[in-house]
């Protein structure tokens, strides 16, 4: 038994040792998780909407990013295309919660769930996922 032991040890050591000490686990656990609809607010204070919005598909994944030094709103939180275009924010009655997730280092974003353009106001409803790992 003795052999054994020290024999996977062993290989367990020339593998980290030739591969640089890097091990690729998986995570069986990792998952999104549904939290909430709402839109997306302030897009008629986005310039160039109307090119980002026709570039926007049902389904796209938008980024969240807090806005601790937001003078208007402390728990702000911007969304923003893939591509990095601002598009707005989360709505302020909707992102006290979301806001203290994200501080507490949970990582927050939205998929596209529907879109209309109305004038030069872009209609952007989401769903907020919790991305767990």
């Known amino acids: 038994m003795t052999d054994l032991i020290k024999k996977d040890q062993n290989n ?5 040792v030739n591969t640089g000490g890097e091990i690729d686990i998986p995570r069986p656990f990792e998952q999104d998780i549904y939290l ?3 839109y997306v607010a302030g897009t008629t204070h986005v310039e160039g ?4 919005y026709s570039t926007l598909k049902i389904e796209d994944k938008l980024v969240f990013y807090r806005e601790i030094e937001n003078e208007h709103d402390p728990q702000a939180i911007r969304i923003e295309t893939l591509g990095k275009e ?5 709505p302020r009655q909707d992102n ?3 806001s203290r997730l994200m501080d ?3 990582v927050l974003f939205a998929k596209v769930m529907e879109k209309e353009m109305r004038g030069k106001w872009a209609r952007i409803k989401i769903k907020i996922y919790l991305h767990e790992s």
């Open 49 to 52: 909407i109307e090119g980002i």
């Open 96 to 98: 006290v919660v979301f």
């Open 104 to 106: 507490a280092g949970k």
């Open 12 to 16: 367990l050591i020339d593998y980290l």
């Open 86 to 90: 601002k598009i707005g924010y989360v």
């Open 36 to 38: 909430f609809d709402t």
